[in-house]
């Protein structure tokens, strides 16, 4: 797949700042990214509070901190409507749905494997015999 040396090839994830993989897939590791995705993907334009009952066990600065970051990298489209009390929306950008499919295959990938997973969680788990 890659003709580069072992060495230089390891050299393009080192540096944080530069390395697209680590600087974006970053925004996904943690739990709540790709689950908030997910929710405005189902739902469309959705309220603060819709996505935190969708969601929960996370708290409320979390869910505001990760629409924040989605919104900040261009995923998410945060809609403020001037009415009292004021109205807020989310919904994922055009570069949001292009993200979707690929996270829709990592699903889909996760729910076929998840049982074979589980297995090797549970016998990791498993005292060693000597």
């Known amino acids: 797949m890659n003709a580069l040396p072992l060495e230089e090839n390891l050299k393009k994830f080192a540096c944080v700042e530069s ?5 974006i897939i970053s925004r996904f590791s943690g739990k709540w990214a790709m689950l908030v995705l997910c929710v405005l993907a189902e739902n469309g334009a ?4 819709s996505i935190a009952r969708a969601i929960p066990d996370i708290s409320p600065k979390v869910l505001t ?5 989605l919104e900040s990298d261009g995923f998410v489209i945060r809609k403020m409507y001037a009415e009292i009390p004021p109205k807020v929306e989310y919904s994922l950008s055009d570069l949001g749905k292009s993200l979707m499919p690929l996270i829709g295959d990592l699903i889909t990938w996760t729910m076929s494997h998840y049982a074979e997973i589980e297995r090797h969680r549970k016998s990791d788990k498993k005292p060693k015999q000597s």
């Open 19 to 23: 390395c697209p993989v680590r600087n």
């Open 65 to 69: 901190e990760t629409l924040k970051n």
């Open 46 to 49: 959705t309220r603060f509070n």
